[in-house]
């Protein structure tokens, strides 16, 4: 098969004109190496939604006879095709086989995913194939669909009775530093991707939240405290109501729910604070 490159003409009419020009120079060095069999990109390029904080989500498919090299070679090869920054592998995002990396002046974030062909099968989207040595790439898409991550129900509802009943210890012992930050891990975590499936949206995190799920947006406030005892508990609570409202209007008939779980805790969050931040939501 003939070698195969997205044409310039084809790219997203929303890409900022510094984004164009850093991809096209990586697309230029990666596609000379012989170890490499192509490029695709994710993320905002392929919704035509891209600003100029826009991060540019590459995968780069290496040839698998030379993975260990190539895996070996990231760094370099990142700081080959651009003015890099920055780089460091991505293990906090449980990616260590990606670069997470700064170019230029003004920076733009970039990720490089390395990867051999067959893991590209496995994706919550379809990437836009920007470069392609032999078609691999197109034969890998074409053999496969994609996955969309989407809202496991009961997986959250095993879990949250028991992380808010963390979040209240830590607040009732002023740890407030430790609460705050599991009210934002529940917001990310559970409300936030329930709330943009609800509004048609793919589940990721709080990404581009306001503008999916903006019918969400004055109750998720509701649980954005500031280092304030009374409104990390007043979060809490509105966390809890939330997610029954939530549960209540969106949850699937085959979830199967906690009821003792769920008065314990709310019964314990009573008796530590009070029922005066109580709060139907």
């Given at each position: ?137 197109h034969q890998v898409l074409s053999n496969s669909r994609p996955c969309p991550t989407t809202v496991d129900w009961q997986w959250m509802e095993d ?123």
């Amino acid at each position: 098969m003939t070698e195969y490159f997205l044409s310039a003409d084809h790219w997203p009419r929303t890409l900022p004109s510094a984004h164009k020009e850093l991809l096209q120079g990586i697309i230029e060095k990666l596609s000379a190496r012989s170890d490499l069999r192509g490029l695709a990109i994710g993320g905002s390029f392929v919704t035509n939604q891209m600003d100029r904080y826009s991060d540019l989500d590459l995968k780069v498919v290496a040839d698998p006879r030379e993975w260990e090299t190539v895996r070996e070679a990231r760094k370099w090869i990142a700081a080959s095709v651009g003015p890099l920054v920055s780089a460091f592998t991505a293990e906090h995002v449980g990616v260590p086989q990606m670069l997470i990396c700064l170019y230029g002046d003004m920076p733009i974030h970039v990720d490089l995913a390395f990867m051999v062909p067959e893991e590209l099968a496995s994706r919550p989207e379809d990437p836009a194939v920007l470069w392609d040595r032999d078609g691999t790439l197109h034969q890998v898409l074409s053999n496969s669909r994609p996955c969309p991550t989407t809202v496991d129900w009961q997986w959250m509802e095993d879990r949250i009775w028991t992380w808010i009943h963390y979040t209240a210890t830590r607040a009732a012992r002023g740890e407030l530093f430790e609460a705050i930050r599991f009210l934002s891990f529940l917001l990310w975590t559970v409300l936030a991707p329930i709330a943009v499936q609800a509004s048609g949206g793919r589940p990721h995190g709080l990404r581009r939240f306001e503008r999916i799920a903006g019918t969400y947006a004055d109750k998720m406030r509701s649980i954005v405290a500031s280092y304030d005892k009374n409104m990390v508990v007043h979060a809490l609570f509105e966390i809890a109501a939330i997610y029954r409202s939530l549960r209540k209007d969106h949850a699937p008939q085959s979830l199967t729910t906690n009821p003792k779980a769920e008065a314990v805790v709310m019964r314990d969050l009573e008796d530590i604070f009070g029922q005066d931040h109580m709060k139907t939501t």
